[in-house]
Structures are given as C-alpha cells and as structure tokens.
C-alpha cells in the first residue's frame, strides 16, 4: 500500500524560503522507474506542475520557478524536501506531493496535500 | 510552457455520455503517448483515471475511456453518474523532459 503526506508550515511571511517534505511508504525511490513530484493548486484554480525527483537523482523543475526550486531525496528515511524560495503571496496554495511512475509519466498515488498560506 | 487547453466546463444528464478535450502542441500531447487524467473532487486529492492515452487503472470503472488525436487528447464519460461530478486535469510529458497540467474542466451532472 502506497501512501504519501506532505508536512511543513502553514503560513510563511513573504520573501522567506519555504521547506516542505513528502514523506512515503510502500515503495522505495532506489527502484528504477519510479519517482516522485510536487504540484501545487492554488484556491480555486488549476494544478500546476513543480518538480519531479528520479529514483537515479535526475531532477526536473517547472520553467517557471526553476530558479526558486530545490528538489532532494534521503532515500533511507523514504523522504523528499522542496524548497521554493522567495515566497510571495501569490504561492500560496495547497502542496501535494505524489508518486511518479517515470515509464509512463503519470502520478499514480497522491498525498492529501498541505495548505501553504503567504502572508505578512 | 503554457497549460494544456480544456474546456472550462462540461455537463450532461444522468446516462449521458460526455467528452473532455485537452489540447496541446507537437512538443507535448502530440508528440508523446504519456497523457493521463485526473479526477478532483473538492477538497481531496486528484486520483488517476487514465494513464498512456487510454490505459484505466485497476478500480476505475469502464465508463472512463481516453483517447487521441494529433495534439489533442479526449476523456469520455459514458453513463454519467451522480458521482462523476468532479473537476478533470489532463496531463502530458513535454519534449523538455518536464510535465504539464491542463486548465482543468469542472464537471456538472443535471
């Protein structure tokens, strides 16, 4: 059984770097193939893309915020950390991080997402 | 890389079959079978219901199938049910090794 959860505050201040970690079980990001991703979905709009991690350390990142992106693995505590820096009001939004399967490239199981408010 | 383009909102009755469209360009949709979808319910998480254009995951039922054409990608609901009012996302792997979201599509049932 596969299951993923976001952890990391709720609220951030504006300009602070924000650190979020997707801690799983049910599978191991050594095994080739598999990776994990953060998404973000802002109240009431649409998904959108952040970055992806593979289980050989390849990372992806959105062209948009590549340079406020940070994706990392500690494949022994089953764990990835995203770090977005200079948080701005309109990055607030609920952060899921899922479980990737890198063959096909689709999101096959989801955390139940955190809600990340920026605000002074 | 701008978002997939679907249709704001897509309804039916009961029984009714209904399609999401999701358009791309020749760098994402068109150019790769790695299009997927999504079903979001408010306030939980989105679940796979197609992977690779048309594949269904195990315990999604039959009545959602997928397919393609050129740059775009479709999602049809047959049988509509109560249950199937949700918002939809498409997704696709882009020729930049990157993935995109659709625009979503919120999904009424009359």
């Known amino acids: 059984q596969i299951t993923l959860k976001e952890s990391g505050p709720t609220l951030v201040k504006p300009t602070q770097t924000l650190t979020l970690t997707c801690t799983f079980s049910?599978?191991?990001?050594?095994?080739?193939?598999?990776?994990v991703g953060w998404i973000r979905q802002p109240p009431g709009k649409a998904l959108e893309w952040l970055a992806l991690?593979?289980?050989?350390?390849?990372?992806r990142y959105s062209p948009s915020l590549k340079s406020r992106l940070t994706i990392t693995k500690d494949t022994s505590k089953n764990q990835v950390v995203l770090t977005m820096t200079n948080m701005d009001p309109v990055d607030t939004a609920t952060y899921y991080c899922?479980?990737?399967?890198?063959?096909?490239?689709?999101?096959?199981?989801w955390g139940q997402g955190t809600l990340v408010t920026v605000s002074s | 890389q701008s978002a997939l383009t679907q249709p704001a909102s897509v309804s039916g009755s009961p029984g009714q079959s209904i399609t999401i469209s999701c358009t791309g360009t020749s760098s994402d949709v068109g150019g790769y079978n790695y299009v997927s979808w999504y079903q979001q319910h408010p306030g939980k998480a989105p679940k796979l219901m197609i992977y690779?254009?048309?594949n269904r995951p195990s315990g999604v039922s039959n009545r959602f199938s997928g397919s393609k054409s050129g740059n775009t990608a479709s999602l049809t609901i047959s049988g509509l049910q109560a249950e199937d009012e949700a918002d939809y996302y498409c997704s696709s792997y882009t020729s930049s090794s990157t993935l995109i979201f659709g625009t979503g599509t919120k999904v009424t049932v009359l």
């Open positions: 690779d254009v048309s």
């Open positions: 991690i593979y289980w050989n350390d390849d990372k």
């Open positions: 049910g599978f191991s990001l050594s095994t080739s193939g598999v990776g």
């Open positions: 899922a479980h990737f399967f890198g063959s096909s490239s689709f999101f096959g199981y």
